[in-house]
């Protein structure tokens, strides 16, 4: 069974450029999250995708942070502008079960903004 | 705010020693606790997954949950070098939260 499938998995940009990362969950994974996680700390939710509907967004940054999962499988984050601040792993994960008991993450993108 | 801590370590242990790894959360409607590994440069890996008070083991690995006391830990016996990485405390209630993660670092 594949994994989840994350691209880039490198991206440096300058600030207040964009940048846009691309998830393919687990086959049947109906539940897709994206984490950002700060070196030295745990991956931190930034979305929670129900098929292609939004269930958690409380932590995204709508105003330079959005997210969209079309057709309820792949999904793309895009940051528009980056900030220095957004240098981190961006974690894609996805759950076999709608309420996400488990999950299965994808090997990341690992974000640098200079 | 929902919390959960960790102390981030690095915990170093013996190889063949047992290592503890403890994880306190603050929502005490949490109803489910897992922990994750994650390797230096790598993703996180459930490992272990616990919804009742108590112990449960798989393998070497035991978790531990005591809900009155809103503690969680993570028991590894016989620790082997490949044992080393960060371990991940994460707690669900509505949202899935992790903790910081506490770094192991088994001694050869």
């Known amino acids: 069974e594949a994994g989840v499938a994350q691209s880039p998995r490198y991206k440096i940009i300058e600030k207040r450029q964009s940048v846009a990362f691309w998830c393919n969950p687990i086959?049947?994974?109906?539940?897709l999250y994206w984490y950002q996680q700060i070196l030295g700390q745990g991956p931190k939710l930034l979305i929670q995708?129900?098929?292609?509907?939004?269930?958690?967004d409380s932590q995204l940054p709508k105003d330079r942070f959005s997210a969209e999962r079309l057709k309820g499988v792949d999904s793309t984050l895009k940051i528009q502008p980056a900030k220095l601040e957004d240098s981190a792993v961006y974690l894609c994960a996805s759950s076999p079960t709608p309420a996400g008991e488990k999950l299965f993450f994808g090997s990341g993108t690992q974000l640098s903004v200079l | 705010q929902k919390e959960v801590e960790q102390n981030s370590g690095p915990l170093s242990v013996p190889e063949g020693a047992i290592a503890s790894l403890n994880c306190t959360y603050s929502d005490r409607g949490s109803q489910s606790f897992f922990w994750y590994r994650q390797y230096s440069g790598k993703s996180p890996e459930l490992i272990m997954f616990?919804?009742?008070?108590g112990d449960k083991e798989d393998g070497r690995f035991t978790a531990q949950l005591n809900k009155a006391s809103q503690y969680v830990s993570l028991l590894i016996r016989d620790s082997q070098p490949s044992d080393s990485a960060t371990y991940l405390c994460a707690v669900k209630d509505d949202k899935i939260i992790f903790g910081k993660g506490t770094r192991l670092h088994i001694l050869p």
């Open positions: 616990i919804y009742s008070n």
């Open positions: 086959s049947g994974h109906a539940t």
């Open positions: 995708f129900q098929n292609n509907g939004v269930v958690d």
